[in-house]
């Protein structure tokens, strides 16, 4: 059965809680929480070029990392099912309660043997975030009166050519 979401509700531990970094990884484990791997997940940090890799092994697999740092306009909260809140009338998916356990600010994310660039997806992702703030902002009367002349003006031109 498929649930929709009804809406975070940060936890007290999410909110200044102790600091958590979610860890990335490219492949799937057949676990679904918190687990302890400090002592088999043991991460050395070089400096690079273009910033600190973070270099892993984990079940024998090589990995590389980096730190990415989320925007100032996003927070990142790692969130657990508490249960339902109510049944659908409508014959749809109940509504579920999801609340905050973890909150950060960072993330790892980590390939396998390969070196982490600003190419990866996790870095394009995080460019989204100005993208759409950006998207977002309001365009001033001044700017559109500016854009409409110039569209103008760029019509006229197209009809003369």
């Known amino acids: 059965m498929e649930a929709r979401l009804s809406g975070l509700v940060p936890a007290a531990a999410a909110e200044g809680g102790p600091s958590f970094t979610p ?15 400090s002592d088999r997940f043991e991460v050395t940090e070089r400096a690079a070029a273009d910033g600190n890799v973070l270099e892993a092994q984990l079940h024998g697999r090589n990995l590389r990392g980096a730190r990415a740092a989320l925007p100032a306009s996003a927070a990142g909260y790692v969130v657990e099912e508490k249960g339902e809140i109510a049944p659908d009338t409508e014959g749809g998916a ?8 973890h909150a950060f ?30 998207l977002a902002e309001r365009v001033s009367d001044e700017a559109m009166a500016i854009a409409a002349q110039d569209a103008k003006e760029g019509a006229v031109a197209q009809h003369v050519a």
């Open 94 to 101: 109940p509504l579920k309660d999801y609340r905050a356990t």
């Open 105 to 134: 600010g960072e993330l790892v994310y980590w390939n396998h043997d390969d070196s982490p660039t600003t190419d990866d997806h996790v870095p394009k992702a995080l460019e989204w975030f100005g993208v759409a703030a950006r």
């Open 23 to 37: 860890q990335l990884i490219p492949f799937t484990i057949a676990k679904n929480g918190p687990a302890d791997v």
